[in-house]
Antibody, heavy 122, light 112 residues
């Protein structure tokens, strides 16, 4: 079964750090680019970051302002999001999303994990 | 950044009736290859989102043909020809023409 499982969420104080992980199974992880998307409670989706298959191309949402870092380890079938200087507005459900981009179909965003919850509060 | 503005925010519909959601972009989403990179997603309550439509009007595999997408340039529409109970939830447009990628604010579809 094709699956993405996020972990690493939890409660943290403002200014703190967390590292989210996403473990892929059921497909060739190294053949797919990946994204992180978040959803604040009761609010909409926000795209955060993209990393290409090899990790050579990376993009971020401007709102992150250098606080978050995406990375991957293809040998471990894993995607990561290092989050520093966390703020209350970073409280959200964080999704790991599989991607594959081509001119025929654009970005696929075809497999989503169930998400891991991050709560930033004092 | 490209801003996508969806309307309405909330859409009460009667089962079996049509529904329409608008998505307007602050910039043209046409790429030099002639393609327009606008997608639609559906998120059922308590579930992760699922892509319905890519490149404005192409349905993903398994998406019922009652869903259709249309539009060009900066104005796009998702239509449901006859709303079914399983269609409730949040709908989002998303542009994949420019970095950073951006989502619309979402439209909640509910049954009257």
């Amino acid at each position: 079964e094709v699956q993405l499982v996020e972990s690493g969420g939890g409660s943290v104080q403002p200014g703190g750090s967390l590292r989210l992980s996403c473990t892929a199974s059921g497909f060739s992880f190294s053949d797919h680019s990946m994204n992180w998307v978040r959803q604040s409670p009761g609010k909409g989706l926000e795209w955060l970051s993209y990393i290409s298959e090899s990790g050579s191309n990376i993009f971020y949402a401007d709102s992150l302002r250098g606080r978050f870092t995406i990375s991957r380890d293809n040998a471990k079938n894993s995607l990561y999001l290092q989050m520093n200087s966390l703020r209350a507005e970073d409280t959200a459900l964080y999704y790991c999303v599989r991607d594959q981009h081509n001119a025929l179909a654009g970005h696929s965003f075809d497999i989503w994990g169930q998400g891991t919850m991050v709560s930033v509060s004092s | 950044d490209v801003v996508l503005t969806q309307s309405p925010l909330s859409l009460p519909v009667t089962l079996g009736q049509p529904a329409s959601i608008s998505c307007r972009s602050s910039q043209s989403l046409v790429l030099s290859d002639g393609n327009t990179y606008l997608m639609w997603f559906h998120q059922r309550p308590g579930q992760s989102p699922r892509r319905l439509i890519y490149k404005v009007s192409n349905r993903d595999s398994g998406v019922p043909d009652r869903f259709s997408g249309s539009g060009s340039g900066t104005d796009f529409t998702l239509r449901i020809s006859r709303v079914e109970a399983e269609d409730v939830g949040l709908y989002y447009c998303m542009q994949d023409r420019y970095w950073p990628l951006t989502f619309g604010g979402g439209t909640r579809v509910e049954i009257k």
